[in-house]
């Protein structure tokens, strides 16, 4: 999963990133304009910020997301106002936070959160040889441990999470490399044939399939277990 931390402060932004590790990776931002682009440029699966940022306010910025996506958002602020709650809850916020906060607690709401949003939010799947283990980043076939580079396993954790839904190549490109990456878009295709060979090594790349002139999709053929 991929979250993005808008926060000004450099110590409560690594708390954030540290408190949201275990789930997901983090891009980060001190700024609220910046903030904005990178939420209405990148596909999150949550977002945390600030009220008060430099260059742009918190509400502002949320109001901006609703109008474009549904993503998840947890407002982590210093005012601690009744009625600041209540206009951000009302802009669009599912969660508010006042600082300082537990570390623990904020990973439990965003657990929660994300439980509401996405029916495939769980620490772990597992399908016949297949397991992946979300909250530790780890691919095994048949017991055995397969080594993935970073990139590689997030394609295949996205296209896991997103099974039996066809990924438009430019999506994926947008989710793993950014929208304003400088890689060409074919990079893509590199990657998920390095996926494949390493999934066919181990008899498991018929879920992996290409759908041509479209995307790509995690197919299943047997049911699945997910495990909370």
């Given amino acids: 999963m ?10 409560v932004n690594r708390t954030i990133r540290d408190s949201l590790s275990k789930l997901g990776d983090c891009d980060h931002t001190y700024d609220g ?24 306010n918190g509400i502002e910025i949320l109001q901006e997301i609703r109008k474009k996506n549904n993503c998840p958002v947890i407002m982590i ?12 809850l009302r802009a669009g ?3 508010y936070m006042v600082k300082p906060f537990e570390k623990e607690e904020l990973a439990a709401r965003a657990e929660a ?24 980043k780890m691919l095994k076939i048949d ?28 999506q994926l490109f947008n ?5 304003d990456s400088e890689t060409v878009l074919t990079v893509v295709e590199v990657y998920m044939s390095k996926l494949r060979k390493t999934l066919s ?21 047997a049911e699945e277990i997910l495990e909370k």
């Avoid at 991929?2 to 110590?11: C, H, M, P, S, Y």
């Avoid at 080594?147 to 190549?169: M, Q």
């Fill in 175 to 179: 989710r793993i490399w950014g929208f």
């Fill in 93 to 95: 916020a599912d969660d």
């Fill in 2 to 11: 991929k979250f993005l931390v808008i926060e000004d402060n450099a110590t």
């Fill in 143 to 170: 017991g055995e441990y397969i080594p993935l580079s970073g990139k590689l396993y997030e394609i295949l954790e996205y296209l896991v999470r997103s099974r039996n839904i066809i990924i438009p190549k430019e």
């Fill in 201 to 221: 090594a181990h008899g498991c790349s018929e879920y992996l399939r290409t759908i041509k002139n479209v995307g790509y999709m995690w197919r299943e053929n």
């Fill in 33 to 56: 304009a910046q903030g904005l682009y990178l939420a209405q440029s990148n596909t999150y699966d949550l977002v945390t910020l600030e009220i008060l940022l430099p260059k742009k």
């Fill in 113 to 136: 959160v994300l439980r509401r949003y996405n029916n495939n939010f769980h620490t772990k799947y597992v399908h016949g040889n297949i397991e992946l283990d979300f909250a530790v």
């Fill in 77 to 88: 602020s210093a005012i601690g106002a009744v009625e600041k709650k209540i206009e951000a």
